[in-house]
């Protein structure tokens, strides 16, 4: 049994009160085996009034490269400058799509959990963390598929590859630190789930997801900008890994910058307003 | 282990007050339209003024009309509910058991377990091992495996009873759960709740059963319109109550 407040010695504090960072950390640790499981029970419910069940998670991701291949590959030819398209477009999208989810997850991680945020006395963080871990399981199967199609349409396994995984530590991070930040949002305004989609749809054309960016920045400064942007920088970072397209110092140093920044200031406010989160 | 008589929860001068807004809430056009005015609300004071502490071992039994005030007491008592004045303070953490409330009702109710247990701060292995004691408590051998949706509301109590009891929590807020189970069920969770009581733990029980209040009670508060009516043993306060409820009622009373 875990015991968080030594009981004899804990003194007469109001239930409400806002816990220390040190203590909130201390009990989002002891719901480490809470945030699995629920990751692993998230996973296998999301597709299980489908036929299909689990085929989904890699039959959904193919699909998608297909239309988007289609589309922008085929149809407009956005595929400039780019050898090796559909690994490429792939990378893009599942990379994108991770973080997407991860942070409107978080956004909506709250109102989903009320059921056990009004009845139990846990750390509120746990929630967006554990959108996080369901996501980042999710996210083998299309991981997968990229490296499959990288593979089938001609690019060779190499050591780079072994970069994917911090590459993905350092995104899942930036995420879920924007996941806090986005739960704490739609808490108080319901109406940021939606505007989040439209900003993500937007993002989704302006990131580099599609096309490359350089071929349509050249602007110097402009670029600096480019490369300073989260979502694109891990997306960069895989598509280095896999298929060499060089990446330059400044976008490294914002995707670590971004992993480290996001998730700190990200819980932090947060946690500020964790007493509220158990309020109708 | 704490000792027995220990203070564990101290209400002092506690008042809540609800707003309760007479429409729903303005979209953008009306507000635009109505100007700045601001919604039309009543402050409803649900919990006026109220102090008492309970110590450690005591069984304490909430009564009172429909709308008195337990409640909204109880979640506050858990830190739901913020305070206009007064202060509360806990020894611990407080568990809040709640008619209807669900972990996961698309989750089988072996995984609502799993979760609840884990969500206490229960390590993974404990909540394995324990895990057919809990549900064998609840009585849901059978439907353990179906999603909790499927659940009548006095099944998800039982659950939700059964779970929150196993990590012998500090505190145990209880709102009237007791009365949504059966007649079996409501005998076994009588005894648990005496269990606690005997670990010096802290039950506080909103219900309308006020047998359940002499049975098992060491005190009682009786509560009308958010004020604090009466305090003290389960007989006083439970004749008080029953002279202002009108009389005795044999049929009502014996509730089990």
Redesign the interface.
């Known amino acids: ?2 015991n ?2 030594n ?2 010695e ?8 806002r816990r220390s960072v040190r203590e909130d950390l201390r ?1 989002i640790w ?2 480490r ?2 945030m699995l ?2 990751a692993g ?1 998230d996973l296998r ?1 999301q597709q ?1 009034d489908t036929v299909l069940g689990n085929v989904w998670h890699v039959l959904n991701p193919l699909l998608q490269i297909s239309v988007y291949f289609i589309v922008f590959g085929l149809i407009l030819g956005t595929d400039r400058g780019v050898g090796n398209f559909l690994p490429f477009l792939a990378i893009g999208i599942f990379g994108f799509g991770y973080m997407r989810r991860v942070i409107l997850g978080g956004a909506k991680s709250l109102y989903k ?1 009320r ?2 945020i ?5 750390p509120r963080a ?1 929630f967006p963390i554990a959108v996080m871990l369901t996501e980042a399981a999710a996210f083998g199967f299309p991981f997968m598929v990229m490296l499959v199609v990288a593979v089938v349409t001609g690019e060779s396994v190499s050591l780079r590859w072994l970069i994917l995984l911090p590459v993905f530590v350092l995104q899942s991070m930036f995420a879920v630190g924007m996941g806090f930040i986005a739960a704490r949002i739609t808490f108080y305004f319901r109406d940021f789930e939606n505007i989040l989609e439209f900003l993500f749809r937007m993002a989704f054309y302006f990131s580099g997801v599609l096309f490359l960016v350089d071929k349509f920045v050249r602007n110097p400064t402009a670029r600096q900008i480019v490369d300073l942007n989260p979502l694109l920088d891990y997306i960069s970072l895989y598509r280095w890994a896999v298929m060499d397209i060089p990446v330059g110092s400044r976008l490294v140093l914002s995707a670590i910058g971004w992993a480290i920044v996001a998730p700190v200031a990200g819980y932090l406010w947060f946690q500020r307003r964790e ?1 509220d989160y ?2 109708e | 282990m704490s000792r027995k008589g220990q203070r564990a929860i101290e209400v002092k001068n506690a008042s809540v007050v609800y707003r309760v807004y007479h429409d729903h809430r303005l979209s953008l056009r009306e507000r635009l339209t109505i100007g700045r005015r601001s919604r039309r609300f009543t402050a409803v004071h649900a919990v006026s003024d109220v102090s008492f502490s309970v110590k450690t071992g005591e069984v304490v039994g909430l009564i009172g009309s429909n709308g008195s005030g337990k409640s909204t007491l109880l979640s506050a008592i858990a830190g739901l509910q913020p305070l206009a004045s007064g202060s509360i303070r806990v020894r611990g953490d407080a568990t809040l058991l709640g008619v209807g409330a669900v972990l996961d009702a698309q989750l089988s109710g072996a995984r609502n377990v799993m979760l609840g247990c884990l969500a206490l701060g229960m390590p993974r292995d404990e909540a394995n091992r324990r895990f057919d004691e809990i549900v064998d408590f609840a009585g849901l051998r059978e439907a353990i495996d179906r999603p909790m949706r499927t659940y009548s509301s006095g099944m998800r109590s039982r659950l939700h009873f059964s779970v929150a009891t196993s990590v012998n929590p500090d505190i145990l807020l209880i709102d009237e759960v007791l009365a949504v189970g059966d007649r079996d069920f409501r005998r076994r969770s009588l005894k648990r709740i005496t269990e606690l009581q005997k670990n010096a733990k802290v039950v506080v029980l909103v219900t309308h059963g006020l047998h359940q209040v002499r049975k098992v009670c060491s005190r009682a508060i009786w509560l009308e319109q958010g004020r604090l009516m009466a305090d003290g043993l389960p007989e006083d306060v439970l004749d008080q109550y029953v002279n202002f409820t009108g009389g005795a009622d044999e049929d009502l009373d014996a509730d089990d």
Do not use: K, W, Y
């Not at chain 1, 804990?10 to 009160?17: K, T, V």
């Not at chain 1, 009004?118 to 846990?122: D, F, N, Q, V």
């Open positions: 049994m875990v968080e407040s009981r004899l804990a003194p007469l504090a109001d239930p409400s009160r009990r002891n719901r085996d809470f499981f629920a029970s419910t299980m959990n059921g056990l009004h009845s139990i006395s846990a746990i007493r158990g309020r």
